[in-house]
């Protein structure tokens, strides 16, 4: 009898301390964890003033410094103005599936000096946040449906990020030039239209991976010059390339670790610079067949013998040449 009614009551408990958690969880409110990580929640429809309050009330308790803030699920939110956490530090921003959200200002306020990670998921972003801070080291933009685009002056005040990471995203010309100490970089739906003459070149020695690619029908078209500042510690890796120019690909097959090109391409006299090349053992290249693909190693080098092989040496080289001493990658940008 004692154990029925110990169930019955630890079992009732349990099932009102559940139910109270879902009607908290389902109220817009911001509330306070004091766990393992200490951290501020904001769900549901708030407006930004309301957030603000609750930061100004946390503040005059003399409780400023927090590892996480995540505010989630809020349609109201358009807009993240300059200084919104005040004098709140954190250590991780989470910014997570507010549609209306357009523009984030340099909110950080007193996060400048102490956040090392920012995530911005499932919002609608029109541009990478000018943010400001020497100890933001990741810094995350997840897109829904549009798309952002990735300027220089986002990076401007925060160039000590060392990763990047975007879904679906347009990329202007030396976006990534300033960030001295990038080492990885992601980009997953990038824009399906050709790539732009600088919009991926690099000025990290520590640049150690590079990824494109694109849940869109997607031919990786770039233009001559798209590349530069690839190091020989970089893996690059590319979601599809219909064309391989060597006025595109040459800086970054010549000089990467490991070039990758996920979708199998075709593998005619437009990859002969390839095949025949010193760096053929650094580049993953499969060649689409009639019924499956094969790895460009594998095809053997009598099969571009129409191609002008001693020329495409000659190219190969020259190419080298001018890379070497006239690569915009070897240039100083102000």
Not at 237 to 242: K, S, Y
Request: glycine share 4%; aromatic share 14%; hydrophobic share 45%.
């Amino acid at each position: 009898m004692h154990l029925e009614n110990c169930l019955l009551f630890y079992t009732s408990a349990a099932l009102l301390f559940c139910s109270y958690q879902q009607a908290a969880a389902q109220t817009p409110g911001c509330t306070v964890d004091n766990g393992v990580q200490s951290g501020i929640t904001c769900s549901g429809d708030l407006e930004v003033s309301q957030i603000e309050d609750f930061f100004k009330e946390l503040v005059q308790l003399g409780t400023v410094s927090f590892q996480q803030l995540r505010i989630s699920d809020n349609a109201l939110i358009q807009r993240l103005p300059v200084g919104f956490l005040g004098e709140l530090q954190f250590t991780q921003i989470w910014i997570l599936s507010c549609p209306n959200l357009v523009q984030v200002d340099d909110f950080l306020g007193a996060s400048r000096d102490t956040v090392s990670k920012v995530m911005l998921y499932w919002n609608s972003l029109s541009e990478v946040p000018q943010l400001t801070s020497t100890t933001l080291y990741e810094l995350h933009v997840y897109q829904t449906e549009k798309r952002v685009v990735v300027r220089r002056s986002a990076f401007e005040r925060s160039r000590a990020i060392r990763k990047l990471e975007f879904r679906k995203a347009t990329v202007e010309p030396f976006a990534f030039l300033d960030l001295k100490e990038l080492f990885s970089l992601y980009i997953r739906d990038i824009s399906p239209t050709p790539l732009v003459a600088g919009s991926f070149h690099f000025a990290s020695p520590a640049l150690g991976y590079v990824e494109l690619t694109s849940y869109e029908p997607w031919e990786g078209r770039a233009e001559p010059g798209t590349f530069g500042g690839i190091t020989n510690t970089t893996w690059f890796r590319m979601g599809a390339a219909a064309l391989v120019p060597p006025a595109v690909f040459f800086p970054v097959f010549s000089r990467s670790s490991m070039s990758e090109i996920f979708n199998p391409i075709r593998c005619d006299c437009q990859v002969a610079w390839i095949r025949l090349s010193p760096f053929l053992p650094r580049t993953t290249i499969r060649c689409a067949t009639e019924t499956s693909f094969v790895a460009l190693p594998d095809v053997d080098e009598a099969e571009f013998r129409d191609c002008g092989s001693s020329c495409t040496r000659i190219i190969l080289l020259l190419f080298f040449f001018c890379f070497i001493f006239f690569s915009p990658s070897f240039t100083v940008y102000l």
